[in-house]
């Protein structure tokens, strides 16, 4: 059954593209959104661009459809329909009935009253404004479009194996080694081929992805356990480049830590997306492996590091001071871990980075300059990427040119923008998306490094 989706200003600045994106249902949109959209429409942001994108679809649809107050047809099959209310804002548990919220609201109450025959849902990313709806009746629901489905454990990135004592003891011999067939995983595209299975059932089982990292576990010894990575180039599953002696004089204090740098130091992996908690060593490491590949080994002309003052296009001039002293509070959490970095390392002293951000091998900014540019042979890393939206980190990723490495890094369970979750927020949406891709690379790492203290406290607090 068809139904009427009524849209919150929200959505429409947070991917102009969802009038399309609702089937052949009706997509009906508040006068009122109109007004909100013009308020952003001259900002410089992507809030802004969004707003002025929306504007010029409605207009085209216009055009080329007739009158919005009236429904147009749209290309996915549906009809849109710029709605006005029939009386003035009144819901009867309103403070303030003239806000632009109630209005919004009141509308989809005329689109349910007016059609009955088929069910009228309110879409908003609003968490509060969906709960003020469902109390008053209205059945509302966040922008499904975006949102990833959680899959609990297996989704962390690292997958455990059963071996014999002998397959280890090959695997540290010869750094590789051949995996049953039957636990590949299909390529995208690729038919499959059942008769591989050895163990003569019919099911696949396939669980090796590209750049999935792999625990290997004697079955007769459980202790006795090696670590790799799965190549989907080579289909064998190959040993950690990590470094023994571990790299700016900081070394993985478990095996998560020794997956995630050899995640980051593989030049052939373009993306690799760092989830964790706080104190789980994210932007440390990520750090760390840039400045090997970026100042010691030469593979990149530059390592830039960058994180959302707010989400993306939110802009610095409200603080005051130039623009080293705006930026100050928000980049402070990577100048300590570059402090921590030198000071471990061979290069003693708080400030001994100094000399690479003065000739330009280090780069720290906010991320509401990067759309535009073309940032070839860099090492980027993005902190606090859970703040952005998925269309954000696709502004990101396509700025990317040869040679350009991105590191994502975040902890979706410390989320400040209030348009996106756990399940809709860039960060997650990139992993679920770039799973299986022979350029892209995920894991999560689960155990706090940080002290003792923090590890507690993130754990019970």
Known sequence: ?????????????????????????NVIIPIYVIEEVDQFKR?????????????????DLRETGGSLSKGVKTKSGGFLKVAIPNKRPELPTAID???????????????????????????TMDTNLRIRADALGMLAET??????????????????????????????????LAPNPALIAPERGEKVDRSANTNGDTGVRGILTANLCVLLRDRANPSHTALGRYDATKREIVGLRTPREGLLGIRPRNKEQSHALDLLLDEN????????????????????AGLKRTVEDGMYTRMLVSRPVMPLGRDIG????????????????????????????????????????????????PLTYIRGRSLPQQ???VDEAQNLTPHEVKTIITRSGDGTKIVLTGDPGQIDNPYVDSQSNGLAVAADRFRGEKVAAHIVLTRGERSELAEIAANLL
């Not at 975006?146 to 540290?172: C, L, Y």
């Not at 992996?269 to 760390?288: C, F």
């Open 1 to 25: 059954m068809k139904k009427n989706y009524v849209l919150d200003t929200n959505i429409l600045l947070h991917d102009p593209n969802a009038i399309f994106r609702f089937d052949d249902n």
């Open 43 to 59: 900002e410089g942001s992507e809030r802004g661009r969004n707003a002025r994108h929306v504007v010029r679809l409605l207009d």
């Open 97 to 123: 009935k003239s806000a632009m919220d109630n209005a919004i609201l009141q509308t989809a109450f005329d689109v349910r009253d007016e059609d009955v025959s088929r069910p009228t849902v309110f879409v």
């Open 143 to 176: 922008y499904e479009n975006q949102r990833v489905e959680p899959k609990g454990g297996a989704d962390n990135g690292v997958t455990e194996i059963e071996v014999s004592a002998e397959e280890i003891d090959s695997f540290f011999q010869d750094g590789s």
């Open 269 to 288: 992996i373009r993306l690799v997306t760092l989830v964790g908690k706080a104190g789980t060593g994210k932007t440390l490491l990520a750090l760390a």
């Open 318 to 365: 409200f603080l005051p001071g130039d623009v080293d002293e705006k930026l100050n509070p928000w980049m402070q959490p990577i100048f300590d871990n570059l402090e921590f970095l030198f000071s471990s390392g061979t290069k003693k002293g708080p400030r001994a980075y100094a000399e690479l951000l003065e000739s330009g091998q280090l780069q720290v900014e």
């Open 379 to 381: 090492y980027i890393i």
